[in-house]
């Protein structure tokens, strides 16, 4: 099976800062090769 029929999943997670930024920086890389990218990020409540 081609790694275009199952796609790839990345996590990025822990304290600090440049967690957002390398996973949009990995959907731009993704997109400017023709790939389809889904984009889901997780906020923190107010409470």
């Given at each position: 099976m ?5 796609g790839?999943?990345y ?8 967690k ?13 090769q ?14």
């Amino acid at each position: 099976m081609a790694l275009e029929d199952k796609g790839l999943v990345y996590v990025y997670t822990g304290d600090g800062k440049g967690k957002t930024t390398a996973a949009l920086g990995l959907c731009l890389t993704a997109l400017g090769q023709g790939r389809a990218v889904a984009f889901i990020q997780f906020l923190k409540g107010s409470s």
